[in-house]
């Protein structure tokens, strides 16, 4: 191949390839769960479980900040003893991505090692779901 034929195929992929190929999240856009609160958490763990069944092409990621954080933590239950990260861990199964913001852990004197397992996390919850929305395409589901 010659320098001239190998700049004409270099220009090409610069022109040609979409920049989104370059983006710092190499998954497909999806939906982005924004949970901040324990409050109703066995409800939000069922909604998102039946946005997976139905739409399971579509990438799921859940951003969980302040209060939403705590059924994220090793051992956490519910208030009849349930334990959360039984329902989590089939979110996990089916494909959703679960976030737990450092902000949040750092606030509440905890760290990532206090996470259930499988938990993943992000510096700014709230960061992210901006990220996510405007840089990534990602639809935004308030729950």
Request: glycine share 8%; aromatic share 6%.
């Amino acid at each position: 191949m010659t320098m001239r034929s190998l700049l004409t195929l270099l220009a090409a992929l610069v022109v040609f390839v979409p920049v989104a190929a370059f983006s710092a999240d190499l998954e497909a856009p999806g939906i982005v769960f924004h949970v901040d609160s324990d409050q109703k958490m066995n409800r939000v763990l069922r909604q998102i479980a039946r946005h997976q069944a139905g739409n399971p092409t579509i990438p799921a990621r859940v951003i969980l900040i302040a209060e939403g954080v705590r059924p994220a933590m090793e051992g956490a239950v519910d208030a009849n003893g349930g334990d959360y990260s039984a329902q989590m861990e089939q979110l996990l199964m089916s494909g959703v991505r679960i976030f737990a913001c450092e902000n949040t852990l750092t606030s509440f004197n905890l760290s990532k090692d206090d996470l259930a397992l499988g938990i993943e996390t992000v510096p700014s919850g709230v960061a992210e779901l901006g990220r996510l929305q405007v840089s990534e395409g990602w639809g935004y589901i308030k729950l």
